[in-house]
């Protein structure tokens, strides 16, 4: 059959969509960033970051005009002031592209495992694969520069052993020793600290260059609160003498305005997004009840702060609707107003 005659399913829309969106609003944050990196390490791994943003722009445009799909507004030149001082360190922008390179390659697994025609599943395919190289070339420049800090170390374990008492899964009582962390919970906490961070230093950066009261409001809310998760989890780590993550990135003074409001509340809700399904992982990856209901508690407060942004962009007009099944209420109304 041929390729054209096969529609896009559901599951293909929305990830197209999707990743419109994400690029067109990554090709403005990584454009303005290279203006201003110094780093001549640095400066490369951003710079293929942009390019390969702006690659998948120009691929994703002909498939919509080929499926006469509407191409979303998304984000342009209109969304960031090119001619703003500079608002992010160096190292800031490489740990910025690592973290994104993580989501990123979450999010085009899933859109490779929703995909079924050949064009749209190559398409995301070699947007993994590109993903992937970015993360790698971000990491290696980081460990390089000594930027990047790794995972805590623990002993290598040198037999097998068996779980034999349910006291292995408890941790709620105060008045009980817990048992020492696990691998598997050590690594989710660690990551979680460092997401935290990057989300915490873009907060006070989008809220010291935002002309709007509601949108700096919301921004020092979003920094309050990475700055109590990454506390919440640094104490659980330090309790079993684990080292902490440690970030040495920093923002700028500047309070001209850089991005569009817009923008930066969507940039917001993408790092929610993505700060929920890692806290959901590590709840499920998590054996000890305690660190469970930690992230079930931190998750809910993290879904009324994006709840606080949706209701924010919808009162500006901000929201852009992902496309979807037609409301037969509204296209009755239309026929009979027509």
């Known amino acids: 059959m041929n390729e054209g005659n096969i529609h896009l399913t559901s599951s293909e829309i929305g ?22 990196i110094q780093d001549a390490d640095i400066k490369p791994v951003v710079q293929y970051a942009h390019d390969m943003s702006s690659n998948h722009l120009d691929t994703l445009v002909p498939i919509f005009e080929n499926e006469q799909f509407t191409i979303p507004n998304g984000f342009t030149e209109q969304d960031v002031n090119m001619n703003a001082p500079w608002l992010f360190s160096d190292i800031l922008c490489l740990m910025y592209v690592n973290h994104m390179a993580k989501a990123g390659m979450l999010i085009y697994s899933g859109f490779v495992s929703m995909s079924y025609r050949d064009d749209v599943c190559n398409y995301f395919m070699q947007a993994l694969n590109e993903t992937s190289n ?31 008492s349910k006291k292995y899964l408890s941790g709620l009582n105060p008045f009980s020793d817990k048992r020492p962390l696990n691998a598997v919970e ?51 780590l330090l309790k079993d003498d684990v080292e902490s993550a440690q970030t040495n990135v920093s923002v700028s003074g500047s309070t001209t305005q850089t991005f569009s409001d817009k923008l930066m509340m969507f940039h917001m809700n993408l790092l929610i997004s993505a700060g929920m399904g890692n806290y959901s992982t590590a709840a499920s990856a998590s054996q000890r009840s305690d660190l469970m209901i930690n992230y079930e508690r931190l998750s809910f407060e993290i879904s009324r702060f994006a709840k606080s942004g949706a209701d924010i962009m919808i009162n500006h007009n901000w929201l852009e609707q992902p496309p979807g099944v037609k409301d037969p209420k509204k296209l009755a109304k239309k026929k009979q107003k027509g």
């Open 134 to 164: 970015l993360y790698k070339q971000s990491l290696e420049t980081g460990l390089s520069k000594g930027l990047i800090a790794r995972h805590p170390y623990i002993e290598v374990p040198k037999e097998t052993d068996y779980i034999d």
């Open 15 to 36: 990830s197209l969509w999707t990743g419109y969106m994400n690029d067109s609003m990554s090709k403005q944050v990584l454009g303005f960033m290279l203006k201003h």
């Open 186 to 236: 050590i690594s989710h906490l660690y990551q979680n600290i460092l997401t935290n961070s990057i989300g915490m230093h873009l907060c006070i950066a989008f809220a010291q260059t935002s002309p709007s009261k509601d949108v700096q409001d919301y921004m020092l809310r979003g920094r309050n609160i990475s700055k109590k998760h990454i506390k919440v989890f640094t104490d659980t």
